[in-house]
């Protein structure tokens, strides 16, 4: 099944390199699709390129759907022997959770995005309101997806995070069982949100509030995640290596998107807020450490497990402030920007001149040349990488439950051997667990699980 995902996942990606060669030009409709500019070649431009990027989509999601039920029937099935749910590490978790919000919320697009096919190839009007068809349908199928969605991609980060801060902290993971409950949870109340996207689709006011109240109640388990890894840093013996940054930027950084989603959650402000900047770097503060900085959080906590040698942490901490900088002086300005009127879609000022704002020509500069400075840096990780593949300091050997980082035992990963262990001297004396068998370099110590609340 993991290879059918890949593959299908291969051909998806193929097919969507090849629209951007074919008569016309890659898809013309934006990433959203709406209709009727997605839904006609009239309107796109894009005779070929938009029914392509349709089926590579939906060939995307199958393979998606495969690799979820995967993730789910793996974590179900073939579990390391005696380790309960509760004992089951909180990435891994996050995974699961992600994979069953992904699996409830596509069904309506895929519906919606046959029906947009049918509007480019057969001619049918599901989208067109001139044949009696809805356009506003297609707002609501994609973002009744669109919301859980980006709980999709932010709990898998949310996991690498709370996985890096307990060893760098050296303490358990404050508040487990909390942080399950609350992600099932904003699973759950993410299918609740939606239409805060369509504050200015002519949706009717009473109901816009109704969808304010439930954004703003979806801020509150995202909160109570970052207090409880506040938490688990508080009174921590910390130790800022790479990864720990990067896991310590993505809190930072992760906060300042989801207080300005509040904003835009909220109808009244969003209504002038709507297609400005402001969006773009709410999307770009939420979107960047999920993807970007969640991503090398990952690679360099799980680089000596995956190569058998560590990164080079001057170059990783040159990269991370070379990176982390730059990325806040591109997007506090688009903040500014946003706020003072400026058009996500208006990339030139020739024919708006009345639009255009001088005064705040520096901050367009600043942001652009910030980008510029912050792909450079990334020269230095991709340097780091490949070096330090070949020449990177050798990792001794993980006996016992030890990390590559300090010889710190990895927590949580349990099971079997309960009674011989004694409750927790791993997590507190920061020595292998004396009971524990190893599972692929895992402890397998219970009691550094549960024990760490009774010792
Ligand atoms: C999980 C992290 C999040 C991600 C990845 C994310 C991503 C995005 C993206 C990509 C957009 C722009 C969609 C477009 O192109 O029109 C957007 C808009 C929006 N986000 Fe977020 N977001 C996140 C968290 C939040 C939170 C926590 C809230 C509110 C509490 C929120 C509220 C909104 C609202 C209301 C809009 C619509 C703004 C508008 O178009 O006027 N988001 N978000
Ligand atoms: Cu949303």
Redesign the pocket.
Same mark, same amino acid.
């Given at each position: 099944m993991n290879r059918l995902s890949y593959q299908i996942f291969f051909v998806s990606a193929v097919l969507i390199l090849v629209s951007l060669f074919v008569p016309g030009g890659g898809f013309g409709g934006a990433?959203?699709a709406y209709p009727p500019l997605s839904a006609s070649a009239q309107f796109n431009h894009t005779p070929w390129g938009a029914p392509l990027w349709l089926i590579a989509v939906a060939l995307e999601f199958v393979a998606f759907l495969l690799g979820g039920i995967n993730f789910i029937t793996t974590v179900m099935n073939a579990r390391a022997p005696g380790m309960g749910p509760m004992q089951i590490p909180i990435f891994v978790w996050m995974v699961v959770i992600a994979s069953i919000v992904f699996m409830a919320s596509v069904g309506p697009l895929v519906a919606g995005a046959i029906m947009l096919l049918f509007d480019q190839l057969l001619g049918t009007h599901f989208y067109d309101p001139k044949a009696g068809g809805d356009p506003l349908l297609w707002q609501h199928l994609f973002w009744f997806f669109g919301h859980p969605e980006?709980?999709v991609?932010?709990l898998p980060a949310l996991g690498v995070v709370a996985e890096v801060i307990t060893v760098f902290s050296r303490k358990k993971l404050f508040a487990y069982k909390t942080i399950l409950y609350t992600s099932f949870a904003t699973g759950v109340i993410s299918f609740f949100v939606w239409a805060?996207?369509q *504050?200015v689709a002519g949706i009717d006011p009473r109901m816009a509030h109704l969808f304010t109240i439930t954004?703003?109640i979806?801020?509150i388990p995202?909160a109570e995640m970052t207090f409880a890894f506040i938490a688990t840093l508080y009174g921590g013996s910390i130790e800022l290596r790479t990864p720990m940054l990067w896991a310590l930027a993505f809190i930072a950084e992760f906060l300042i998107?989801?207080v300005t989603?509040?904003f835009?959650?909220a109808n009244a402000t969003?209504i002038y807020?709507?297609?400005s900047y402001f969006?773009v770097a709410? *999307?770009h503060y939420? *979107?960047f450490p999920?993807a970007i900085i969640g991503g090398f959080a990952a690679l360099t906590f799980w680089f000596p497990k995956m190569f058998g040698r560590h990164m080079n942490e001057t170059l990783g901490k040159i990269h991370f402030w070379g990176t982390i900088i730059p990325f806040n002086l591109i997007f506090i300005p688009l903040f500014i920007l946003g706020a003072a009127g400026e058009h996500r879609r208006i990339y030139s000022y020739e024919h708006f001149s009345q639009l255009f704002t001088p005064g705040l020509q520096h901050l367009r500069v600043l942001a652009t040349l910030a980008l510029v400075v912050m792909l450079l840096f990334q020269f230095v990780f991709l340097y780091n990488f490949i070096r330090s593949l070949f020449a990177g300091k050798k990792q001794r050997r993980i006996r016992g439950g030890r990390t590559p980082w300090s010889g710190l035992p990895l927590r949580r990963h349990h099971t079997g051997t309960l009674r011989k262990c004694r409750p927790c001297i791993a997590v507190r004396t920061n020595t292998a667990c004396p009971g524990g068998r190893s599972i692929f370099g895992l402890s397998t110590c219970r009691n550094e699980l549960q024990g760490g609340a009774k010792a």
């Open positions: 990433w959203t980006v709980y991609v932010l805060h996207h *504050f954004t703003l979806i801020s995202i998107g989801g989603g509040i835009l959650g969003d807020l709507h297609d969006v709410h *999307f939420t *979107f999920i």
